[in-house]
């Protein structure tokens, strides 16, 4: 109301607030298209050759080769770094400290904050059987915050399979309609073995296949829930990583799930894994989670999967 012209203001009409009309779900795939036409979402290539960055060695990352690194982590969620030179595998450990800042700390990781992943010395039921694939999960599923990146450097690869599995998350989303997500995300609907999560929000920032960590899956979200459980096994949803020694995979924990493939018991693999908050200096350069909207989309359950309510204010581009 312009109170500066003068005069009193009108009485206000009293406001009719229309009834809401009950929408017809949304199918995620057409919010989510995988086909590179929404360039927030990040989106796997379809060739792991895609995701490699090479660098001379993990300990001498240059600042061009950090820029290439930002670049494919907010295209793809995640990146490969390929050493030309065998150096100190300790070495990147101080880049990827300034990188992403506090490490995820965990029950088994060494005086560097790093897990060694060998079926010799397991650290979980899945690192306990390399004849078991590791099926595609978010780590740290179970707790309130999972780290927002995961690195795993390949020391030792299997000469058997042992491959990395990464699968987009938005592969995952596409499974489903916008009613059902937000129903998979209500707190309660999931809840995890080793340890509830505090607020039970599904999909909110964590995913995991029932692989045996996953405790309940209430009746009304269990359709949906084995729906992105079937996608996640599904050969043609997943990108397989070869990695050799020295190779390190860096993974956007919530924009995409990994795992790995089975390999023979007798053969040595180990891999490094040290996870981490994402609280460092490439923060504000990395847009962690599927799309722009990722944030926004959760909170409060609404926005992006709501296409008529997209608010475009709070998109990060
Ligand atoms: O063995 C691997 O490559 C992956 C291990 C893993 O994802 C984990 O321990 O959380
Ligand atoms: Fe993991």
Redesign the pocket.
């Known amino acids: 109301m312009d109170r500066a012209r003068g005069g009193r203001a009108a009485p206000e009409a009293p406001r009719v607030v229309p009834a809401r009309k009950k929408k017809k779900p949304v199918a995620l795939e057409t919010v989510v298209p995988r086909d590179g036409s929404r360039d927030d979402l990040k989106i796997l290539p379809s060739d792991p050759e895609g995701l490699k960055l090479k660098v001379r060695s993990l300990g001498s990352i240059t600042l061009e080769d950090q820029n290439r690194f930002v670049q494919k982590v907010n295209d793809h969620g995640a990146a490969v770094l390929v050493p030309e030179e065998e150096g100190d595998p300790l070495a990147v450990y101080k880049t990827l400290d300034r990188w992403f800042g506090n490490c995820i700390p965990h029950d088994a990781m060494n005086e560097h904050g790093i897990?060694e992943?060998n079926p010799a010395n397991p650290?979980?039921i899945?690192?306990a059987n390399p004849k078991k694939e590791?099926l595609p999960?978010t780590?740290d599923a179970y707790t309130d915050s999972p780290a927002a990146f995961?690195t795993?450097q390949c020391r030792t690869s299997a000469a058997t399979g042992?491959e990395?599995v990464l699968v987009s998350g938005a592969e995952l989303l596409a499974a489903l309609s916008n009613e059902e997500l937000r129903t998979l995300m209500q707190p309660g609907m999931v809840s995890m073995g080793r340890r509830p999560a505090a607020d039970g929000s599904w999909m909110k920032v964590r995913w995991r296949c029932n692989d045996g960590c996953v405790g309940d899956v209430a009746a009304e979200v269990k359709p949906s829930y084995e729906q992105m459980d079937a996608v996640a096994r599904h050969e043609v949803h997943q990108l397989v990583v070869p990695l050799n020694p020295g190779e390190l995979l860096i993974v956007d924990n919530r924009a995409i799930a990994?795992?790995?493939r089975p390999y023979e018991s007798d053969d040595p693999?180990i891999?490094w894994?040290k996870n981490y908050v994402g609280n460092g200096e490439l923060e504000a350069q990395l847009r962690t989670g599927m799309c722009a909207a990722f944030s926004s989309m959760f909170d409060g359950l609404h926005s992006m999967f709501d296409p008529m309510s997209l608010d475009t204010s709070k998109l990060k581009i």
Do not use: A, P, Q
């Open positions: 897990v992943i650290t979980s899945n690192t590791h999960h780590d995961c795993l042992g990395s990994h795992g790995r693999r891999m894994r």
